[in-house]
């Protein structure tokens, strides 16, 4: 490793850290003053703890089903219990399992709530909301979303455990920005003084819950580093705080076969003697229509078919989180939930059909590649961040990287195919499923653009290439294409505002910068970044592209603001290819 990455990862520590040894013993010490209390569904179904249920279920090869559900209000959340309740009762298809998600603001420390931008769903104050939603009805609930992985971790997580939530937030919400909120100390040490109130009830089988595709790993390429991630975020939960881990994922996930073995991974990897390791699979999200909505049958349930039949034959003991067809269009409604949970457990009858013709053999491979180059993966961060400095065994430190480290970086610095290839490029093992499809876009460009004569035509060009917002696809295909045509690229990665991009620049001294902007800011940023870049001792050449709309004064509906952009002195692209022929242009 290189001393610019190693002091990359050195200042992702920040000054005066303290020994996170003393904070998780603290949260130990909370915990042993928490009840660990049993919700309505523990009680009536006489499990000790939903792990148990679980356990049992995997066992028996079985399903478990849940849902995901944010309604407005407690009042409105708590009716809705009820009625998917007595929909359950009345038509035999049960929901086990209901996975909370609270309001943005349930993260934050209280003092800041007020300034805060509310959003859509409730937001947890008083004890009672846990509680109402615990004794809603026999289904358990799990305190997910802005619980554990929050600033306010602390306060959130006691208050799951007081009213049985065994499976506890969402940890790769760490690497989330709350608004208002930049003290990465304190919220680092609330995640572990958490985490500490976990490890006081291994017994009891309270368990954390991530989920991949929220956090860092929805920025990879490759599924093997979403499992090498799992590993590290499963090292420091159990390894290095004694706490049970869970993993779960799904909806960036397309493709039902990888799913399939993404899954078999996870149980292979994450299950102890007593608990199933993968907690919930989550619903292909990418491929749903917003029109026509009943077509998203189609795509739902045919994923649901193949994890069913994995279940049955690999006892995995995953819940799959059913997502209704409406999900695109608005909040889903009690009825709607209601509608694709049928419809899911209603195919499950059926199975036994299936499951004589089915051959798993390739999942099977695919399952144990993705084990050998997650592990290769884990261990890298391991290695690397030792070679750096870091205490790998301050579990502080260690979730210091996770709320800190960039998703792309990550996945470059450790990615095992990145010293595996002499020259170093990255090559993903199981492309996952925007990685696969970028990687198509990518080859179909360089092909078109090396048969029309462009090889070699960027040699000696050195481009910064960013993006200003979270989309990262479009950058990535940038990136590669221009290095496939002799340019020095530096990708900079995601998430830059104007003033990120003319420091980077000033760094890197580029020949040209281009800028990736999907979310409707176009405009504002060639502006603003324009203005600032006059301030500076020397201008760059700025091309943007990716989606340039916005919403104009008096209008409604975004248009394509383009012309506009171009106006302000960026050269706005309709495509990769047309910048790449004002790129080819000798240097002046
Ligand atoms: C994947 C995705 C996400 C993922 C991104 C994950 C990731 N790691 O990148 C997640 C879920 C995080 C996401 C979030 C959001 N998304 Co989004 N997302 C998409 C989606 C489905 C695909 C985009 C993509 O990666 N395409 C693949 C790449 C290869 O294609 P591309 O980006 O178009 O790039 C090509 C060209 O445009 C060009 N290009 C790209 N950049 C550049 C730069 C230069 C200089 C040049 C010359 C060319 C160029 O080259 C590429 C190859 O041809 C699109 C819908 C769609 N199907 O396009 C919505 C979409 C872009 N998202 C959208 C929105 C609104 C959002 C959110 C604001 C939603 C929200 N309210 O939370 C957030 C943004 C959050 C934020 N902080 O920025 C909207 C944008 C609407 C608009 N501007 O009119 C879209 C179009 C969906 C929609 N129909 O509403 N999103």
Redesign the pocket.
């Known amino acids: 490793m290189d001393e610019t990455t190693k002091a990359y990862l050195r200042n992702l520590i920040p000054e005066g850290t303290p020994n996170g040894r003393k904070i998780l013993a603290e949260g130990l010490a909370i915990g042993k003053t928490v009840n660990a209390g049993k919700s309505r569904f523990q009680r009536e179904k006489g499990y000790a703890s939903d792990v148990d249920y679980r356990q049992e279920m995997k066992e028996k090869g079985e399903m478990v089903w849940g849902i995901i559900m944010g309604l407005s209000s407690v009042d409105e959340q708590v009716k809705g219990m009820e009625y998917l309740y007595e929909f359950g009762k009345r038509t035999g298809k049960e929901i086990d399992l209901l996975f909370v998600i609270a309001n943005m603001l349930t993260g934050l420390p209280r003092n800041l709530r007020e300034k805060a931008p509310k959003g859509t769903s409730f937001v947890f104050d008083k004890p009672e909301d846990w509680q109402r939603m615990a004794e809603a009805a026999p289904i358990s609930v799990c305190f997910g979303d802005f619980h554990l992985g929050s600033p306010n971790s602390l306060e959130n997580t006691i208050r799951a455990v007081e009213y049985g939530s065994s499976y506890n937030g969402v940890l790769s919400q760490i690497s989330w920005d709350f608004p208002f909120y930049n003290n990465d100390l304190e919220f680092v040490s609330s995640v572990l003084k958490a985490l500490g109130v976990l490890a006081s009830k291994w017994d009891e089988k309270y368990v954390v819950n991530t989920y991949y595709d929220d956090g860092i790993p929805?920025?990879f390429m490759d599924y093997a580093s979403y499992l090498g991630y799992g590993m590290f975020e499963r090292y420091i939960v159990t390894d290095l705080c004694g706490v049970r881990y869970s993993a779960s994922y799904g909806q960036l996930m397309s493709m039902p076969a990888q799913k399939t073995a993404f899954t078999m991974a996870c149980a292979k990897v994450f299950d102890l003697p007593d608990q199933p390791g993968v907690n919930y699979v989550y619903s292909n999200a990418?491929d749903h229509w917003d029109h026509d909505i009943e077509a998203n049958y189609g795509i739902s349930l045919q994923e649901y078919l193949m994890l069913i039949l994995a279940n049955k034959k690999y006892h995995i003991g995953c819940r799959i989180e059913t997502i209704p067809i409406t999900e695109k269009i608005a909040v889903p409604t009690p009825e709607a939930i209601a509608n694709m949970q049928a419809a899911a457990q209603r195919l499950e009858e059926k199975t036994e059909q299936w499951e004589r013709m089915m051959d798993f053999s390739w999942c099977e491979e695919m399952r144990d590649l993705l084990i050998e180059k997650g592990t290769q993966f884990f261990n890298n961060i391991l290695k690397g961040l030792q070679e750096a400095g870091l205490d790998t065994k301050d579990p502080l430190q260690m979730l210091m990287i996770l709320r800190r480290i960039d998703a792309i970086k990550m996945e470059k610095i450790f990615h095992p195919s990145i010293r595996e290839n002499a020259d170093g490029a990255f090559t993903p093992y199981v492309p996952t499923t925007?990685g696969q499809?970028?990687q198509e876009?990518k080859d179909g460009?360089v092909q078109e653009m090396l048969d029309a004569g462009y090889s070699g035509k960027l040699s000696g060009k050195r481009i910064v290439v960013v993006s200003a917002?979270?989309?990262?696809?479009?950058?990535f295909?940038?990136c590669n294409v221009l290095s496939a045509l002799g340019a020095d690229v530096v990708n900079g990665g995601v998430?830059f505002d104007t003033v990120d991009v003319l420091d980077l620049a000033e760094e890197e001294d580029p020949d040209y910068v281009?800028?990736?902007v999907?979310?409707?800011q176009a405009l504002d940023f060639a502006k603003q970044l324009m203005e600032l870049s006059r301030e500076r001792p020397k201008q760059y050449p700025v091309?943007?592209?990716?989606?340039l709309?916005g919403i104009l004064p008096g209008a409604t509906e975004?248009t394509d603001v383009s012309y506009l952009v171009s106006e302000m002195g960026v050269t706005a692209?309709q495509?990769?290819q047309a910048?790449v022929d004002y790129l080819a242009k000798p240097l002046v």
């Open positions: 929805g920025y990418i925007m499809q970028c876009i460009i917002d979270a989309h990262y696809y479009g950058s295909v940038v998430d281009c800028i990736s999907h979310n409707g091309f943007m592209g990716g989606k709309n975004p692209c495509s990769l910048m």
